[in-house]
């Protein structure tokens, strides 16, 4: 039984399922078949569809091994077929991967074994189909079903209408629930963590216009606890292009939120840190100042002439303290500016002065001042700060030495553009430039960022900056800068030369021989804290002021509504026990509107201003001041109301 002659006949003979014709048809069939010996696995007789998938002619099969075509991995599974083949139903079917002329396939066969008379198994005939394309594609999709399966984000599979389909494991593991539950419980999966109702219907109009969805949502576990997660929802479409699925990923990012927390949280204490720390240092230096001078004064024996001196001390002690607070509150609120007619030049040649005294002789000073240029409504204290600040800062940049330009001229908005300011607008721009060590790029993209500072082993607060850049943006000015590493820096600073008629003009700080602008009128010196008290009610009546103390709101109003009250001004501080300022002006406004009343304060808040602009009460005086300073807007609130009284009578 070894010859291919012999295999029709054999084939008739059998009582195998096919009948003994299908053989003939082999020939032209599409599917591949193959006759072969059990045991010694020959050859007898293969179709053409078999000779063209393995790459030789029809007769040079007979009597090959058939083995040699099996991948050594299946040969095992292949061979273990023949004892099966020997019983009812004489019949299988199983899939190997075969050596064909295109290299390794898979082919699914259906093998029958063909018996002689006696029964006996005498040949196989198998018919064999290339699987290979569902088969790498089952493999994919069971790749692909595993990976979901195990994906260390939630997957979640709904219907459009957002009936879910499949949740993987990974989804039940950070919720707790599973597929069924969520059934059960008609638990809205897409709706869960939307913070609103109109926010979800913005989400599914949306996800239902083919687009995706991503965002980050905090839903609610089985156990009651919250998840923060990354969620993206995009929409599965079917080969007619219709979205079937929603596929909704989401990662739980509960970790990372706590992170990024605690981090804000670090930053903020590392902040307040530097800052407490900054402030820290600088009052006490104040502080040992003005405690050794006044140690120092109060065992002079009387008259000595260096109480003068000491004293002197203890006073711009307390001026650089002043500016210090100014300096943080400026910093830390956007305090309103309290603007005045400044003339920059006079704030440049003001403070040259003191930089020619204090800067390193090695600094070459060189001013260059447009006097052409008016008057701009501003904050002087502060327009001094930022000038201030940029110049200190063009010190530290030349520790060897070098040249710092101020320079001051009138440009209109429309040469700057780039920097978006108004084109309308005339501008007072300032140029403060050094020789010096310059910045990289990567410094000079963070230098007006709070506590950005260079200068750790030197004491930088890295204020400096931040507070210029807010004042800067407070008067509606720009500020810009180049700087070439090695070379040096330019700051720029835009202020808008806005007209505004009636604005006090800024008066250079002469505080050495000051004196109150002498009045006579009766003052009724509002303050519930004695040293300020005592030392506003000396000045007053040393300039001839007649005083009247008043201890708190309470006291305040006796004197007013006293029938013999004869008050002509009130200086009237906001922050007292029991009755507070305000309270007292409301009273005044309705007792006695024609007595002049001026507010002075430590306080300032957004709150408090709101109030007092509500009564239009707009005579205010910030604590700290100058004597000069009290003195002259004590005057003119008094001149003021004189006027409108006066103005009264006239209409
Ligand atoms: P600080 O002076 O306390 O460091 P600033 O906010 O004033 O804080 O400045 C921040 C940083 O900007 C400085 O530490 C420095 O690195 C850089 N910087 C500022 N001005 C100049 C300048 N003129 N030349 C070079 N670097 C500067
Ligand atoms: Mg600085």
Known sequence: MNTSQSSLKVAAETQSPAPSTALISWADSLELAVLFEPGANRVLEVNRAFARKFGQPGPAWVGHDLVALIHPEDFEDWASAGPRLARPPFHIAREHRWQTAQGWRWISWEETAVRDAEGEVCAVRSIGRDVTKHRLAEEHFRKLAQAVEQAPVSIVLTTPGGTPQYVNSRFTEVTGFTLEEIFEGQIPLLRDGHPSEAAYRHFCALVASGKKWSGELCSKRKNGTEAWELVQVSPIRNHLDEITYLLCMREDISERKALEDQLRQAQKMESLGTLAGGIAHDFNNIISIIRGFTELALILPPGDVRMGRYLGSVHSAAVRAASLVSQILSFSRKSDVAYRAVQVNDQVRELAGLFSETFPRNIEQCYELDDTIEAFAADPDQIRQVLMNLCVNARDAMPEGGKLTIATNRVAGQSLIDLKVDPAQDYAHIRIADTGVGMAPEVRARVFEPFFTTKQEHGGTGLGLAVVYGIVANHHGVIDLESIPGSGT????????????????????????????????????????????????????????????????????????????????????????????????????????????????????????????????TDILEKPFDLTAFGTALRGVIDEGARAKAKGRRL
């Open 490 to 617: 330019v700051f720029h600073v835009y202020i808008p030369l806005k007209v505004r008629a009636n604005l006090p003009v800024a008066n250079a700080t002469e505080l050495a021989n000051s004196k109150l602008p002498a009045g006579t009128e009766r003052v009724l010196l509002v303050d519930d804290e004695l040293p300020i008290q005592e030392m506003l009610g000396a000045a007053l009546s040393d300039a001839g002021y007649r005083v009247i103390p008043a201890q708190d709101g309470t006291e305040a109003i006796q004197h007013i509504l006293a029938v013999d009250a004869q008050v002509d001004v009130v200086v009237l501080d906001l922050n007292m026990p029991r009755m507070s300022g305000l309270d007292v002006l409301k009273v005044m406004r309705a007792r006695s509107p024609e007595v002049p009343v001026l507010v002075v304060t430590g306080n300032l808040t957004a709150l408090v201003k709101e109030e007092l602009r509500a009564l239009d009460h």
